[in-house]
């Protein structure tokens, strides 16, 4: 059987659902204990958009170099991403070359070439003016705020950052979250931001910078998603094997907000479900290298893991009457 | 309004859901960064039989010094708990002093003083040998066999264990092992006792090795129960605090045991509620040092939290309908 996935849905219904995410498009080599990838598609914008896509259609504002492929472009716009934002600019892409160790949760950067991304600035074509869901992806805050100021009337601002930025551009950052409505961070950052150890300490200070939700992702241990008046916690889908887990906290933000664009409605069930939907992807993705794995999936494949994801936080299952 | 806790309805209708437990009862001084306490009631076996105390009657199997207080004696008894397998020697109870670090996961052991514990045998009263629910806390492997020997026919055995004697004894942790219903270990000795790093993979290894459940508790992160058709995983209890967690892992163990005993029945449902109060009572006896927290409650304050973990934990969150 096949299901129409919620993009096509959406696509032939209406057109405001387009999501733009603004962040790195980057050549990722990366070494794990399973094996390497050389010069493989990668950054936040990629992650994120690819996952996206299979909710909405996605608009991407970044910089790729000349040696950028025309395949890549083509695999992208195939997938319903709009490049009418993404900038082909003289010299190199971006390349980042890295290395995780046994204990995935710890890798080490060999290269990090930013190349024409050091000098991006990201600039709006005017068909995206009206576009109503925004993901800040981690670049820096200045950047950021440049796209936002692009932007008459945004209805769903998120946002997502790192450690160099926290450290660095702490006062650039602190005036963004006050325009975000959703930020997007893992738990090492949110102790760094909020000055706070535990989790729900951590939470409130950065619900109290601005944002109306607080989602903190804790990698193999999921993600707990705080708003002023509720806390949603969800583990991360156990996995037998991690191939590569880069880009998994992107490809759960594109779901994420793929989702709700999707739905066209904010409210407590949709941005739970939309949560779901970011563990979901977040789980593929790191099943291979790059994009590898989220490209091939099949709107059938994210819904029965959607239901195995169901099965395995139902605490009052009901399907089982013996062991 | 006043329910009558499950205890009580239990009393009433059975007394064949008693669960044995057997394990320390030591005095515990702790440091934690939110103050101390000296010579605290503690160990394993109390911190289990309290907390399955509000849900099914416990036989305790332990040993204490001539030092154990009449008032702790009859502060467990008045709580259902049978002592009659609690022995009173000549000598001090055990004593164990530690000191939490700002990360609370990580502890040192400043003093351990076995006392009378050094040279303990279980032996079970007469009146113990009907027992269905069996309870082998954390001690010696030769100990935990020895009271299995003792029991003609459990219904359902669960067993703790910890990195020194999955490292010192683990031939005889694993016979015991293949005689064991229920798992009940941390992730670092999941890691430690399967040999592997991977959560699903360890979990697997450990089901090889007989138990019909795995439940390897994370901490901060939740638990996670495997068996070899079924997943569930669920996050801890956001707290804003955690004075002290120690007691945490048996706390959890009483009540996911209580629940079975008092339900009477062992099917996939059973079994994943069990967990959650099994989180519930975990969640309230790091809020106060010793059993302190634990003691206090009532019966509604157990419902009342288990009904805000369902709702931390629902992702089809229908209560909602705006933002």
Redesign the interface.
């Known amino acids: 059987m096949t299901v129409a996935s919620p993009l096509e849905r959406g696509r032939r219904t209406r057109d405001s659902v387009s999501i733009l995410v603004v962040g790195s498009v980057f050549f990722d080599s990366i070494e794990t204990l399973h094996g390497k990838a050389d010069r493989a598609l990668g950054g936040a914008a990629t992650y994120f958009a690819v996952a996206a896509s299979f909710f909405a259609p996605v608009r991407m504002v970044a910089a790729v170099g000349e040696d950028f492929p025309s395949e890549e472009m083509e695999f992208l716009s195939g997938r319903g991403i709009d490049l009418a934002g993404l900038q082909q600019r003289p010299g190199l892409t971006g390349y980042w070359a890295g290395r995780y160790h046994?204990?995935m949760n710890q890798r080490d950067t060999l290269q990090l070439d930013l190349n024409v991304f050091a000098d991006f600035r990201p600039q709006l074509p005017a068909g995206y003016r009206d576009t109503q869901y925004v993901f800040l992806a981690n670049i820096d805050p200045r950047l950021q705020a440049m796209v936002l100021d692009q932007l008459p009337a945004p209805g769903l601002i998120g946002c997502d950052t790192m450690n160099h930025w926290i450290s660095g551009s702490r006062s650039e950052l602190e005036q963004l979250l006050g325009r975000v409505h959703v930020l997007v961070i893992n738990d090492e950052e949110a102790r760094l931001l909020s000055g706070e150890?535990?989790?729900?300490?951590a939470a409130?200070r950065l619900l109290a910078m601005g944002p109306?939700r607080v989602l903190i992702k804790?990698g193999?241990?999921?993600v707990?998603q705080f708003?002023a008046n509720?806390?949603?916690?969800?583990?991360a889908f156990?996995?037998?094997?991690?191939f590569d887990p880069t880009g998994a906290g992107d490809s759960f933000a594109g779901a994420f907000m793929g989702y709700i664009a999707r739905k066209g409605v904010?409210?407590?069930?949709v941005?739970?479900?939309a949560?779901?939907y970011g563990c979901v992807l977040g789980s593929f993705v790191v099943e291979e290298f790059s994009v590898k794995r989220i490209a091939a999936l099949t709107w059938e494949d994210i819904e029965q893991r959607y239901h195995a994801?169901?099965?395995?936080?139902?605490?009052?299952?009901?399907?089982?009457?013996?062991?």
């Open positions: 046994e204990d150890r535990n989790v729900v300490r409130r109306r804790r193999e241990y999921g707990i708003s509720s806390v949603f916690a969800v583990p156990p996995l037998e094997e991690v904010i409210n407590e069930s941005l739970r479900t949560v779901v994801f169901i099965e395995l936080t139902d605490s009052h299952h009901s399907r089982w009457t013996s062991q």
